[in-house]
């Protein structure tokens, strides 16, 4: 699988096993290690067991992961996944870090995946230049930087760097938006909210938080079918 994926050289590459139950074994692969939690190839690969027929439509998808049980559903156009909330634990952020992002955050923590630091604003997300080895000095998978939106139809920004999981900014993170959403539900007082990813492709995320889950949706589109030999 880890071969696979480095061949892929995509963020993430998932592998789906079927069960006797019903469910699948899902795992997630970057180009260089595995991961344990992914939201755009569990999205992806529900979206594929739909399309094929696999799954009837009206089925909800159910996944065996590093992270627990995942479910996705259909709902009103969208693709809507059931993941647990990583919340953060606010924590003095490392010099290496800070200088590593040249910013200046007003918040930082961490969870058992990943830095996030809240900074000034979206601007500041956008203006991110980040020096890649310090952020791989710092250890863990990655680091999320964000703050609240200024665009329009956005209650957040944020972009995501993990180069130790061989990602060095991924266009679009829906693991990083179950720290995200928690975060921004309990500042701004809201329980939905929409995110935008603002890497180079960029990309929109709604969030619902629920107790000790977060509801994340998106939609999906085939572009490519292929054999490996």
Request: aromatic share 8%; hydrophobic share 45%.
């Amino acid at each position: 699988m880890q071969a696979v994926a480095a061949e892929m050289n995509v963020a993430e590459t998932a592998f789906l096993v079927p069960r006797a139950d019903g469910a699948y074994d899902l795992r997630w692969f970057t180009p260089t290690v595995e991961v344990d939690l992914c939201g755009h190839a569990t999205l992806g690969s529900a979206h594929v067991l739909w399309e094929t027929g696999t799954l009837p439509a009206s089925a909800r998808a159910r996944f065996h992961t590093k992270s627990g049980e995942l479910g996705a559903w259909r709902e009103n156009g969208m693709i809507r996944m059931d993941f647990p909330a990583e919340r953060v634990v606010e924590a003095p952020a490392p010099v290496g870090l800070v200088a590593g992002l040249g910013v200046k955050p007003l918040f930082a923590g961490k969870n058992r995946m990943d830095w996030l630091l809240e900074v000034a604003d979206e601007a500041a997300v956008r203006g991110v230049v980040p020096t890649l080895p310090a952020i791989v000095a710092v250890g863990g998978r990655g680091v999320i930087v964000t703050a609240k939106a200024s665009s329009s139809g956005y209650d957040f920004v944020s972009r995501f760097f993990a180069p130790a999981a061989g990602v060095d900014e991924d266009p679009v993170t829906g693991s990083a938006h179950c720290a995200l959403a928690p975060y921004w539900a309990a500042k701004l007082g809201k329980p939905a909210l929409t995110g935008y990813q603002a890497s180079r492709r960029g990309g929109t995320v709604h969030c619902r938080v629920e107790r000790d889950r977060v509801v994340l949706g998106g939609t999906a589109v085939t572009v490519l079918r292929a054999e490996l030999l």
